[in-house]
C-alpha cells in the first residue's frame, strides 16, 4: 500500500493535468487546490485511496467566490488516478 502523502500527491498531480488541459487555472495550482478529506476503502479486491481535493468555482468571468469538491480514486498498490467524480456536499442549512 503505498503511504498517504504519495496517494494525495498523485491526485494533485492528475488535478493540476486536467485543470492545465482545460484552461480552467492559470499556474500556480499549488495554491487553489486544497486537501478536503483522505480516507483509506476496499474498491473490489483492491485497497484504494478516496482523496476529496476543492478548487475555487469558476464561470467563464472568473472565480465566483466558492469551491468545488472533486473524488479522486488512487489504487493502493500502483498510486494511479483509477476515477475522478464530483463530490456533492450535504447541505447544512
Not at 473490489?44 to 480514486?73: C, H, M, Q
Amino acid at each position: 500500500m503505498i503511504a498517504v502523502k504519495e496517494a494525495v500527491a498523485k491526485a494533485v498531480e492528475f488535478a493540476e493535468d486536467m485543470l492545465r488541459e482545460r484552461n480552467v487555472m492559470s499556474p500556480p495550482y499549488g495554491s487553489e487546490i486544497l486537501l478536503e478529506e483522505v480516507e483509506r476503502a476496499k474498491d473490489g479486491p483492491n485497497d484504494v485511496w478516496l482523496i476529496t481535493l476543492s478548487v475555487p468555482a469558476r464561470t467563464p468571468l472568473g472565480p465566483i467566490g466558492r469551491r468545488e469538491y472533486k473524488l479522486f480514486t488512487v489504487r493502493g498498490d500502483t498510486g494511479e488516478v483509477v476515477s475522478m467524480k464530483i463530490r456533492e456536499l450535504a447541505d447544512t442549512r
